[in-house]
């Protein structure tokens, strides 16, 4: 998996030379997802534990929400990159800056651009609904102590999520099984791990698949792990907390602007927000789609 090693004519003849390589833990497709997963719910046992006790004491509603959706994640977050450690070398080193054998995209640069990236993607799909009259902002309540813990947790958060499906579902797959079956099932398994959330439907399901087919041609072409958790950590806090709209369907006490009404149409869902609407789709189209296109054109060289 690697930008730099596309052939000079093409993905598609890249994709046909491509030898998938040898790996640690994970024979089978269904062995890396299984333990994607009990890591994943070993971790938010860990943590949820504790925070729930945590939130007995917490009063205020708007920390509260902070604390019980975001704060778990740091669980599985802290138990994936030890399984990586002790099990993937290979894998863990994916995650690491790139002058530290990390991914050649891991840097700064990425690092500022990504979060850019999501936060514009973001505000793009609800200028567009407000201009179609189905949101109507107000300003909410501002304290600069809560945005800044928010915005530490929606990165662990969001991040979480990235290293779990796309630093080692997709990462593993690849390795083993080819691009291809990497892009189909940590796809799956993102749209899957959303299923019980408020307002799931047909269109937030396409959303949630193309964000991911999305995220994971970003990861294979840009060569940057870096890049799509900084967007997906702008996308998620730039609709919770500072726009104040529905974050796949968990709408937070307290944010920077305050929704004060909202309607359904094709470009909002009431219940699960942004993300149920066309705009984030088409976006998502739209960004893969050009890396193909890229790919398929542009000689290797570096994205610095």
């Given at each position: 998996?690697?930008?730099?090693?596309?052939?000079?004519?093409?993905?598609?003849?890249?994709?046909?030379?491509?030898?998938?390589?040898?790996?640690?833990?994970?024979?089978?497709?269904?062995?890396?997802i299984?333990?994607?997963?009990?890591?994943?719910?070993l971790?938010?046992?860990?943590?949820?534990?504790?925070?729930?006790?945590?939130?007995?004491?917490?009063?205020?509603?708007?920390?509260?929400?902070?604390?019980?959706?975001?704060?778990?994640?740091i669980?599985?977050?802290?138990?994936?990159?030890?399984?990586?450690?002790?099990?993937?070398?290979?894998?863990?080193n994916?995650?690491?800056?790139?002058?530290h054998?990390?991914?050649k995209?891991?840097?700064l640069?990425?690092?500022?651009?990504?979060f850019?990236?999501?936060?514009?993607l973001?505000?793009?799909?609800?200028?567009?609904?407000?201009?179609?009259?189905?949101?109507?902002?107000?300003?909410?309540?501002?304290?600069?102590?809560?945005?800044?813990?928010a915005?530490?947790l929606?990165?662990?958060?969001?991040?979480?999520?990235?290293?779990?499906?796309?630093?080692?579902?997709?990462q593993a797959i690849d390795?083993?099984f080819g691009?291809?079956?990497?892009?189909?099932?940590?796809?799956i398994?993102?749209?899957?791990?959303?299923?019980?959330?408020?307002?799931?439907?047909?269109?937030p399901?396409?959303?949630?698949?193309v964000?991911?087919?999305a995220?994971?041609?970003?990861?294979?072409?840009?060569?940057?792990?870096?890049?799509?958790?900084?967007?997906?950590?702008?996308?998620?806090?730039?609709?919770?907390?500072?726009?104040?709209?529905?974050?796949?369907?968990?709408?937070?006490?307290?944010?920077?602007?305050h929704?004060?009404?909202?309607?359904?149409?094709?470009?909002?869902?009431?219940?699960?927000?942004?993300?149920?609407?066309?705009?984030?789709?088409?976006?998502f189209?739209?960004?893969s789609?050009?890396?193909?296109?890229?790919?398929?054109?542009?000689?290797?060289?570096?994205?610095?």
């Open positions: 998996m690697n930008y730099f090693d596309i052939k000079q004519n093409g993905m598609k003849e890249f994709l046909q030379n491509r030898k998938p390589r040898n790996g640690p833990p994970g024979k089978h497709i269904w062995s890396i299984l333990i994607a997963l009990a890591i994943s719910l971790g938010d046992l860990i943590a949820g534990i504790p925070t729930l006790y945590l939130c007995r004491y917490v009063d205020d509603p708007g920390w509260r929400f902070l604390l019980e959706n975001y704060l778990v994640f669980g599985s977050f802290g138990l994936m990159i030890l399984y990586l450690y002790s099990y993937d070398r290979e894998l863990f994916t995650i690491l800056p790139a002058n054998r990390g991914l995209g891991n840097t640069k990425q690092l500022a651009l990504g850019l990236a999501g936060m514009a973001n505000g793009l799909c609800a200028l567009i609904a407000a201009l179609h009259g189905d949101l109507k902002f107000s300003i909410g309540r501002f304290d600069i102590l809560y945005m800044a813990v915005l530490i929606v990165a662990i958060q969001s991040s979480c999520e990235e290293l779990i499906l796309r630093g080692y579902i997709f390795r083993k691009l291809i079956q990497a892009i189909v099932w940590n796809s398994v993102f749209a899957l791990l959303h299923m019980g959330n408020n307002g799931i439907g047909p269109l399901i396409i959303d949630l698949l964000w991911s087919v995220c994971s041609l970003v990861l294979y072409y840009f060569d940057s792990l870096w890049f799509i958790m900084m967007a997906h950590t702008a996308w998620n806090y730039t609709q919770n907390f500072l726009l104040g709209l529905p974050n796949s369907g968990l709408v937070s006490e307290r944010s920077f602007l929704l004060e009404a909202a309607s359904d149409s094709i470009f909002y869902d009431f219940s699960f927000g942004l993300e149920g609407g066309i705009i984030s789709t088409l976006e189209v739209i960004i789609a050009a890396i193909i296109l890229c790919a398929r054109k542009r000689k290797p060289n570096s994205i610095e």
